[in-house]
């Protein structure tokens, strides 16, 4: 069967492959459409599993608001470089629609979910199709969605998809001051990363970890270990309490307080008084690229010496 250029170029917006691969797919499956996809789904998972062990610390958090759900997602590249991208940064976005849309409680299951804007493949599916396109390992690494129950969630993203974050506010009032609100609070949670957002979630394991630790600091400095049993347990119960401070949202210093002491916790009070209304944080999510994962190290010049060589 002849192979037209038009058949090439539907293949292509079909699959996003390049175009002498989607000429090759219809040559070897004699100009069958499906057949062809099938032979480029073939080839994209190839060449995936040869990607596969390279190190994808790279890429893009992207958050989704839609009405009153909010999904997080973390998709990695092996490079910044293709984290700008438009085709990597339209396919994060794409994620991002399907976890607000999904009932999937961990990865494997969203993996296995059918792709949004292609039923007939999986996520998985699409995720291997766009490797092939791109060109380096791309990994769908995390995903969190929440659902507001009783007040609203609103969604902030810092340095151009280099920290996601979404906070869930409890409230019976929610306007534009409400919303302005807890957006500033999703910058004060990119900005200050906080772990909690109260002392209320801070487990009695924890702390007594933190006091294990800092009572064996104070032990091993020999000024601070002749100090009284009393004036020891204080320090440790200062240490503690700074460091919950630091650790918990409502304790923290409010980034755009003016006087620099305002808290978290006393920023909300305020507008609390301003709506008429409670106005609190009842959870949050906070995905910052790469964090945790080992990252390449490039040497360029040794890279380009061994191409050389």
């Known amino acids: 069967m002849a192979i037209t250029a038009s058949m090439v170029k539907d293949l292509r917006e079909m699959t996003g492959a390049g175009m002498m691969d989607c000429k090759k797919a219809l040559n070897e499956t004699n100009g069958d459409m499906d057949a062809a996809v099938e032979y480029l789904r073939k080839n994209g998972q190839a060449k995936a599993e040869k990607k596969a062990g390279r190190i994808a610390a790279e890429g893009l958090c992207t958050v989704v608001v839609k009405d009153n759900a909010a999904a997080v997602v973390e998709v990695n590249s092996e490079t910044d470089f293709v984290a700008k991208n438009d085709t990597f940064r339209d396919f994060v976005t794409a994620v991002a629609n ?17 792709w949004n804007e292609d039923a007939s493949k999986t996520v998985q599916e699409a995720l291997v199709e766009k490797i092939a396109v791109i060109g380096e390992n791309l990994k769908i690494r995390r995903f969190e969605k929440i659902v507001a129950t009783e007040g609203c969630v ?3 993203v810092h ?10 506010g409890a409230t019976s009032v929610v306007n534009d001051e409400v919303k302005e609100a807890l957006g500033n609070i999703a910058m004060q949670i990119a900005a200050m990363n906080p772990k909690y957002v109260s002392r209320d979630e801070v487990s009695a394991d924890y702390i007594a970890h933190e006091k294990e630790i800092l009572l064996a600091q104070i032990m091993n400095d020999p000024k601070e270990s002749q100090k009284p049993e009393k004036v020891i347990n204080g320090m440790i119960e200062g240490r503690i309490s700074k460091e ?5 949202l409502v304790d923290q210093v409010y980034v755009k307080a003016e006087d620099g002491k305002q808290t ?6 305020e507008v609390s008084k301003k709506v008429g209304a409670p106005v ?10 790469g964090e945790g994962l080992e990252k390449k190290n490039e040497d360029f010049a040794a890279e380009v010496a061994a191409q050389l060589g």
Not at 98 to 114: C, K, L, N, P, R
Not at 244 to 248: F, Q, T, V, Y
């Open 264 to 269: 978290v916790g006393k920023y909300l009070e």
């Open 154 to 156: 609103v969604s902030y």
């Open 280 to 289: 609190s944080v009842k959870r949050f999510v906070r995905f910052e690229t």
């Open 98 to 114: 399907q976890a607000v849309a999904s009932d999937a409680t961990d990865i494997d299951a969203f993996m296995g979910e059918s």
């Open 159 to 168: 340095g151009g998809g280099r920290i996601g974050v979404i906070v869930e």
């Open 244 to 248: 919950l401070k630091d650790i918990c």
